[in-house]
């Protein structure tokens, strides 16, 4: 039986930011490709990748895997592109900012960057067609390869210019790859009209790499960000600029480190409002953290105990910072804000029979 909530939040409008194309591969379709590929992995261990436990692994050797032994064809990627979409239109997520990584295609995969981006474009459009999402692309950094490797792969993105890829951003492990590493690629970025977000304070790691990245890097947004919680002089700065920070409540490594009973009164994103940040909930790798859209949203009030107007600002943070254009950011917010206000009157009159009425 849904409860209230969870119907809720399905229904809301949502806008999704931060999100993996190779961490929202269907679990099936990861056999399927993986048969296909003749890959060297077993179902038992595609089946491990799947497996969200109470301290969750990490999701970097599924995302690996996909690149060295499963995608071979653009047809691939074109397939997992439009089964994400697809995915997230049924949680009525009605634009997408989604991350790929050309370097680990090209160089693992051996399909080319302008072959596979056109593959995913396809599927851009094929799901605008028959799902009535919007999706772009984010061509991201993988900060585990070299800062060559960074302004190489920006380059391509310069050279092959489509409408559908609007920034670049930057992933994989932040250990011992500081954001400074790639200052040069995000300035070839910025030069080049792409819009730039990076992955920081992910992994535990300084609240001085979030300032790195807004500072050196100058990205428009940041994804994660939660350290910054331990500088709120600077933390307080950011809610003066008005940056949003694109957050996961199914983030792995909190849910690996605090202790079970404190997770959700612990984890950063709970205090980040009350610095005055301004947040937006996201799946980040949806089928690997075993979460849907409509789950990351409820978890904002199940697991951090936000209320039903803080979710509205959350939906309004991600139409600010998403990267459209000013006309449609005006007509969307209007939309968006007359659906939600909508399923919110509804809710309030409600006699939900399996959780108790809406936070106000």
């Known amino acids: 039986m849904t409860t209230w909530l969870e119907d809720f939040c399905r229904a809301i409008p949502k806008v999704e930011l931060h999100c993996h194309l190779l961490g929202s ?14 890959a060297p992995l077993s179902d038992a261990e595609i089946d491990t990748f799947y497996i969200r436990g109470e301290k969750p692994v ?19 990627l074109h397939r997992i592109a439009y089964e994400y979409l697809e995915d997230a239109a049924a949680h009525n997520v009605r634009y997408a900012e989604f991350f790929w990584n050309p370097t680990g295609t090209a160089l693992r995969s051996g399909i080319a960057y302008p072959v ?10 094929n799901a605008q067609a028959d799902c009535g999402i919007v999706g772009r692309l984010v061509a991201a950094i993988d900060r585990e390869a070299s800062p060559a490797a960074a302004l190489e792969m920006v380059g391509w993105v310069a050279a092959n210019r ?9 992933d994989y492990s ?16 910025r030069r080049a009209g792409l819009k730039t977000t990076a992955h920081a304070g992910e992994f535990g790691m ?22 910054i919680v331990d500088a709120p002089d600077y933390a307080r700065r950011c809610a003066e600029r008005g940056i949003v920070f694109t957050v996961v409540p199914t983030n792995s490594y909190y849910l690996r480190t605090l202790a079970p009973q404190r997770w959700a009164l612990d984890h950063p994103i709970r205090r980040m409002p009350g610095l005055g940040l301004r947040v937006h909930p996201n799946t980040d790798d949806p089928t690997l953290h075993r979460v849907t859209p409509t789950q ?3 978890k904002m009030v199940d697991d951090f105990g936000f209320s039903i107007e803080d979710l509205r600002g959350f939906m309004l943070n991600g139409l600010d910072s998403a990267w459209i254009d000013a006309g449609t950011r005006r007509d969307w917010k209007a939309e ?8 919110a009157a509804s809710a309030t009159v409600a006699s939900p029979s399996a959780s108790s009425p809406p936070p106000t």
């Open 25 to 38: 591969v269907r679990h099936a379709t990861f056999k399927v490709l993986a048969h296909k590929a003749k």
């Open 58 to 76: 990490g999701v970097l050797k599924a995302l690996r895997a996909l690149d060295a032994h499963l995608l071979r064809s653009p047809d691939d």
């Open 116 to 125: 596979a981006q056109d593959a995913i474009v396809r599927a851009i459009h």
């Open 162 to 170: 489509r409408d559908e890829v609007v920034g670049i951003g930057i």
């Open 174 to 189: 932040e250990v011992d790859h500081p954001p400074e590493l790639f200052a040069d690629a995000y300035a070839a970025a």
């Open 206 to 227: 300084p609240w001085t790499n979030v300032k790195t990245v807004i500072e050196l890097l100058k990205v428009d947004r940041v994804d994660h960000g939660y350290t």
């Open 296 to 298: 990351a949203w409820q």
């Open 336 to 343: 968006h804000l007359e659906a939600f206000d909508a399923l």
